[in-house]
């Protein structure tokens, strides 16, 4: 039996969604229709010549190995931060749930990364990977590995993905914890009883039950390790060295804002839109069957 | 009857107030968005009140955008909402950027001339008003802060190694021979550079006169191709991959990062800004000296002369015109010898004028400081020929990205010197064609 709310009024639920509707339109639609307008444009940075040159910005794009070697690191980078960050969550959500004593404090200290900015997050693993003067450099050496991400693409990248993690793990802890708490004891003392051991109770009761909320984490760990990770590759590596760390969307600021090629830039954006628009179609049609509400 | 009186009082004082606000608010507002930090913020700050305290009716307000690529961006986006900043602090790579956009650009010299402010390019530094003038030789933007490269050298460092800081080392093949002692005292980094593709690509083609660019660096006209892979450059970029193998070349940074890494003392010789001298006076806790820049005794012609990096005025197309006339004074009133050699001498940035450069002889600025004069003379070294007046090139910064990136693969050891810079020539003629295409 459904409960409906049913408005007497013919222009009063009008009303009440257009403010938002309003905002959605201002800052959603009206500036990804702009991106669409210019990806076929070529234009001087002052528009004062702009060319209409159909796909020809498009076609430019997918000739060129960088930025086909861009979508190599987005996609290595995303998995990375996706899996690592909802493997560490859990496990934290899971340690944490157990806890009786003090659980609040674990829970606010596992929490207050979140409200870091990405850039200083960023700014903070760079001072501890700085090649000359981190702490973390400086263990490293004397364990004998020698730190450079400045020029070891696969450190830049590492380095990446450990200031992205370190930031996102507490939003995903936060998520995981409440799901955690909300499976009913008696199912999992009823396992208990037949016989189950802890990682047997894991993997057969919780995780299925957990399933909504790591569908969930999972679409938005996709589309932060897109887009919010910006901040971080700026802050840190700006791309190199040799467009290791080139990111889609820092390849877009790169070029749009820095190089000021708006036609370029715009063409590269339409393109993440239409990749992360793909992902969510995807997420939402085939793995949320598998999801037991 | 009473309380009326000081209602209408009151409100006549109110009135009367409000009407010397407005009159107040007569002056003119020139704004200057600039990129400066620190204590080149707190000069600029202290130019721009100098000169509103010299007169009443214009007042110049800086204000800090953010870097160079974030203002010049901020500048256009303010332009084509159609509000744009009367004066905006470009650096030299967005020079061609600016030169191709006619419409929203007054250019420094017509100004100058409509004012009746006298403007003459002779008296600035010769290396320094070829960069930014036209074919004609009209100056299209106001010099303001200017650098050169330099090499800064580790006394402290040197003597530990054996090595007479007295004599540094003039030419590359020296500066390898003392990175060698230098890493057998034990010094941790011998040496590094701080804005590679600055100072090791397009200044070491001037110094050693051999092109950068077709059409005399893109100074020609469009239809530039780039040239930097010949056997001159390629021999250096090379030796210097072989120094990284070998421990000699530490690479610290695209930028100005490396900086830190010589202040700090841990690299003994860094080749850098001239700009930097500040920084380093104010942080180095060790004996240091200016050195000129290295070159390849062998190569035919070298020294030639180095050119600047910084950064110029421009004054956008303003709709309200009464703007250009306290712009000018402005301009006037910054190429004046005091303004300048008190810029020059707080910030290490070049004299850009012949006149200051005089004044800071006559105070004995450089007796005081020994090598602050260094970058100047490097600058007018020889009369600047075809290949070492600047270099002009459409979507520059991409250019600089590209040449960063693929130097990084020869430090890493990924590619050869011919490899990488073939591949940033290719790469970088595609971003001149695009701009080329995008202008024309």
Request: with cysteine; net charge positive.
């Amino acid at each position: 039996m459904e409960k409906r709310v049913v408005f007497q009024s013919r222009w009063l639920p009008f009303a009440l969604v257009a403010p938002q509707l309003a905002i959605t339109l201002v800052f959603f639609f009206w500036p990804a229709s702009q991106a669409l307008y210019w990806s076929m444009l070529i234009q001087d940075a002052f528009a004062a010549k702009t060319q209409f040159v159909w796909f020809d910005n498009f076609r430019d794009l997918f000739n060129d190995p960088h930025y086909l070697a861009s979508f190599k690191v987005t996609a290595v980078f995303s998995v990375l931060v996706t899996v690592t960050g909802l493997a560490i969550a859990l496990l934290f959500a899971v340690l944490a749930d157990r806890v009786i004593r003090a659980s609040k404090l674990y829970q606010m200290l596992l929490i207050w990364p979140y409200a870091v900015a990405a850039a200083v997050a960023a700014v903070l693993w760079v001072f501890l990977l700085n090649p000359t003067l981190g702490i973390l450099t400086h263990v490293m050496r004397g364990l004998g590995y020698d730190w450079n991400y400045l020029l070891n693409p696969g450190q830049a990248l590492a380095l990446i993905v450990i200031a992205a993690v370190w930031k996102q793990i507490s939003y995903n802890f936060l998520f995981f914890l409440a799901g955690l708490q909300s499976i009913p004891r008696s199912l999992i003392e009823a396992a208990a009883i037949d016989g189950a051991g802890p990682a047997r109770r894991f993997w057969t009761v919780v995780f299925p039950l957990l399933s909504p909320t790591t569908f969930f984490l999972l679409v938005v760990n996709v589309v932060y390790a897109f887009f919010d990770t910006f901040a971080i590759v700026d802050a840190a590596t700006s791309g190199g060295p040799v467009q290791a760390t080139s990111i889609l969307v820092f390849k877009v600021y790169q070029d749009g804002v820095q190089a000021l090629d708006l036609g370029g830039s715009a063409a590269q954006s339409v393109v993440l839109m239409a990749i992360v628009i793909a992902l969510t179609v995807v997420q939402f049609r085939f793995i949320e069957r598998k999801v037991q509400y | 009857m009473a309380q009326r009186t000081k209602r209408i009082a009151s409100i006549a004082v109110a009135i009367a107030l409000a009407a010397a606000a407005g009159a107040a608010q007569a002056v003119t507002e020139i704004q200057w968005w600039h990129s400066m930090t620190g204590k080149l913020n707190d000069k600029v700050n202290e130019i721009a009140d100098k000169f509103n305290a010299s007169q009443k009716d214009y007042k110049v307000t800086p204000v800090y955008k953010g870097q160079y690529d974030e203002s010049m961006t901020a500048a256009i986006a303010a332009y084509r909402a159609g509000n744009p900043p009367q004066i905006v602090q470009v650096f030299e790579v967005g020079t061609a950027t600016m030169m191709a956009a006619k419409g929203a650009v007054k250019p420094v010299y017509q100004l100058m001339a409509e004012e009746h402010e006298k403007f003459d390019p002779k008296s600035f530094v010769p290396a320094v008003s070829g960069y930014y003038s036209d074919s004609q030789g009209h100056l299209i933007s106001m010099p303001f802060n200017s650098s050169t490269q330099v090499l800064y050298v580790n006394d402290d460092a040197f003597r530990k190694a054996g090595l007479d800081p007295n004599n540094p080392p003039k030419t590359w093949p020296e500066v390898e021979k003392a990175a060698e002692k230098l890493k057998a005292s034990g010094a941790p980094c011998a040496f590094t550079t701080g804005w590679q593709a600055w100072v090791q690509l397009e200044s070491f083609s001037a110094w050693h006169n051999v092109p950068f660019a077709t059409q005399q660096n893109g100074f020609g006209g469009p239809g530039t191709k780039l040239e930097f892979n010949g056997p001159v450059q390629v021999k250096h970029i090379q030796a210097l991959g072989d120094w990284a193998k070998k421990g000699l070349f530490t690479y610290k940074g695209r930028k100005d990062e490396p900086l830190a890494a010589f202040t700090s003392g841990e690299c003994a010789m860094i080749t850098t800004s001239s700009g930097s001298y500040a920084n380093i006076k104010a942080n180095a806790k060790f004996a240091w000296r200016v050195a000129t820049l290295p070159y390849y005794a062998d190569v035919k012609g070298a020294p030639q002369n180095t050119i600047i990096g910084g950064a110029t005025l421009w004054v956008l197309n303003q709709k309200n015109k009464d703007m250009y006339k306290g712009i000018g004074k402005f301009f006037t009133f910054l190429s004046s010898p005091e303004v300048q050699e008190d810029w020059h001498a707080s910030t290490g940035y070049v004299p850009i004028t012949l006149a200051a450069y005089d004044l800071a002889k006559q105070k004995g600025l450089y007796t005081e400081r020994p090598g602050f004069d260094i970058a100047i003379k490097e600058l007018s070294n020889k009369p600047p020929t075809a290949n070492s007046k600047g270099v002009r090139l459409g979507n520059f910064v991409q250019i600089r990205n590209i040449v960063d990136e693929e130097l990084e693969a020869v430090w890493s050891g990924q590619k050869s010197a011919k490899q990488a810079l073939d591949a940033a020539v290719s790469r970088g003629n595609e971003q001149l064609e695009r701009f080329a295409k995008a202008n024309q």
